[in-house]
């Protein structure tokens, strides 16, 4: 049995986030702050494999970078709001871009949030 079904046979919901970014030390930045015995975090390095992973499964949050290959974050946010399954998903875009072109391309895209990089992860 897994983690997922024990914590639904005990009434307890154990948080799923996918965080998408394709700079394999951030995902290990992100995967460690965010991880713990509440919260599975699922990795993607790429647009592609995020949309797959949403398209697929159930998560309670994504985080997703603007620059990634394949299927940068803006067409991976505009494509998500068009799947049933990630319609109402809350996704914060997690960039080093700060001009407000990105800012309001992000969020005309379906982000709900947007946070600069370098994160202040006490916050």
């Not at 949403?54 to 309670?60: A, I, S, T």
């Not at 994504?62 to 709001?81: C, S, Y």
């Not at 399954?85 to 700060?98: A, C, K, Q």
Request: glycine share 6%; proline share 4%; net charge negative.
């Amino acid at each position: 049995m897994s983690d997922n079904s024990q914590s639904a046979d005990k009434g307890e919901h154990r948080y799923r986030l996918l965080v998408a970014d394709d700079d394999p030390n951030l995902l290990e930045l992100m995967s460690a702050n965010l991880e713990d015995d509440d919260t599975e975090v699922v990795c993607a390095a790429n647009g592609i494999d995020a949309r797959d992973s949403l398209v697929r499964e159930d998560f309670d949050l994504a985080i997703v970078d603007l620059g990634m290959p394949g299927l940068d974050g803006f067409e991976l946010i505009t494509q998500l709001r068009q799947e049933p399954r990630s319609v109402d998903l809350p996704v914060i875009v997690v960039t080093g871009r700060h001009d407000k072109l990105a800012i309001e391309e992000a969020f005309a895209s379906g982000a709900t949030t947007f946070v600069t990089q370098p994160v202040n992860w006490t916050l």
